[in-house]
């Protein structure tokens, strides 16, 4: 199909014709490359600014969660995450249970917002983002342990630093004949990962009985 010079006028005076007229004209990029970055940009625009967050939440560039552990921060691959610093009921928390707590329910809703879109945060970005220092970042840590809860931050889960290893916890939590769901919510979890970690306890233990039979006598 032929285009007519009214088609390439009406396609010019559209905001992606004039971008790639400027484009070609101004930096000599060919159509093709002018086609190609519009929609890169037209992508990047749509991720990161038309309908991405809601007025009271940010956009934060956080490790992606398939990130091992021990690499660098500068070499990890970051995703944009969507994270909720307000909404109605933190007034609420704060009044009933004063600022600490409303720290922690920020620290812990934060976290698993991230969590949940596929990337972990650090203690020290939680302390960039809710504007405290990392001292109370680690003070809050340290009790939802105590309480048998844990936030869902990159060294939870990928067991860097000290503590004991969250897998522990969560089959510690599930012999003690807690339901999948129940550990999910305590431990900020998903579902999924308790379930599979479960299942290779089980199976490494039927292994090991297995093996410890087979050498019997």
Known sequence: MTMNSNDTIDIVKSPEGCFKQNVI??????????DVLWDYVLKFVKEHYQDSRFDNQIIFYAVSADEPAGKPVKDCKLIPVRLTLYSH???KIKQRFGVYNLREHLSVRVARETYSQGALL????????LIIDKSTIKRIVRK??????????????KDIGPGASHKARIIELLLKRYQPTEVSIKIG?????????FENFIFYN????????????
């Open 25 to 34: 004209d101004g930096y000599g990029l060919s159509k093709v490359e002018a």
């Open 89 to 91: 009921s933190d007034k």
């Open 122 to 129: 650090s203690q020290t970005d939680l302390a960039d983002i």
């Open 144 to 157: 939802l342990k105590r309480s048998g809860a844990s936030i869902t931050t990159r060294g939870e889960i």
């Open 189 to 197: 979890h998903s579902l999924s990962s308790i379930t599979r970690y």
């Open 206 to 217: 039927q292994s090991t009985e297995t093996i410890s039979g087979n050498a019997s006598p």
